[in-house]
């Protein structure tokens, strides 16, 4: 299968524990975005790579968030000191940024639960 | 802010068309309308996007009026797996703006 995948699918932690959510894209896609999702809302935009670069960040993206893209391949979603709050689905997406049709495709989310 | 309205929620019969209504009055000449859609437990996917001129492909038809505020997702014979949170977003292509803005969609159902 050479979709995005994510993992790990699920993860349950105790508030102020840190965790890490990985995504690998779609091989070539140059374009990866992270999404956060809370019951019944629609997908909300937390930031996006052009390759390796980090070129948005959305409000949402607090300072205990900070993601990574090493050599513009699979990126990482590191929550710091997490909070009840934080409990979402989390997905990512990636896209080839042609200008003709930036499709993009979706994993099938980490789902975080906070205590 | 989505900038899109749709219908909370819609019903229809297996085997039968759909269509599912999407508002974006305010879009701008080079914003595009995509449709993704969410099944339960899974993560959005694409269904089609257009510009100006209808758009059919596999999954569906994309009508879009004449002065591109409205557009309409048209779904030919709804099967059970059809059911689903359809979100139509506008979007533009290229440089730095690529998120998509998601606003809360309408929740097909389909009986059978």
């Known amino acids: 299968d050479t979709g995005v995948s994510q993992n790990p699918r699920h993860k349950i932690t105790k508030r102020g524990q840190n965790v890490t959510f990985r995504c690998d894209p779609i091989s070539e896609h140059n374009r990866l975005y992270w999404y956060r999702q809370t019951l019944g809302q629609g997908p909300e935009f937390l930031t996006y790579?052009?390759?390796?670069?980090?070129?948005?960040k959305s409000r949402l993206l607090s300072d205990r968030f900070s993601a990574e893209r090493p050599k513009g391949s699979f990126s990482t979603l590191e929550i710091q000191r997490t909070e009840q709050g934080d409990s979402a689905m989390y997905l990512c997406a990636s896209s080839s940024g042609t200008l003709a049709g930036d499709t993009q495709y979706f994993g099938p989310g980490t789902r975080l639960t906070v205590l | 802010d989505a900038k899109t309205t749709q219908p909370n929620s819609m019903e229809s019969n297996e085997e039968e068309p759909v269509h599912l209504p999407c508002n974006h009055s305010t879009i701008s000449g080079t914003d595009y309308i995509h449709w993704y859609r969410q099944l339960p437990s899974q993560g959005p996917e694409y269904v089609i996007h257009?510009?100006?001129s209808n758009v059919n492909n596999r999954m569906a038809s994309l009508a879009i009026a004449e002065d591109r505020k409205s557009s309409t997702l048209i779904l030919h014979r709804a099967t059970l797996r059809d059911a689903a949170v359809y979100y139509c977003i506008r979007g533009r292509y290229g440089g730095s703006q690529g998120n998509l803005i998601f606003g809360k969609g309408t929740k097909l159902s389909v009986k059978p």
């Open positions: 257009g510009l100006t």
């Open positions: 790579f052009q390759n390796e670069a980090q070129l948005e």
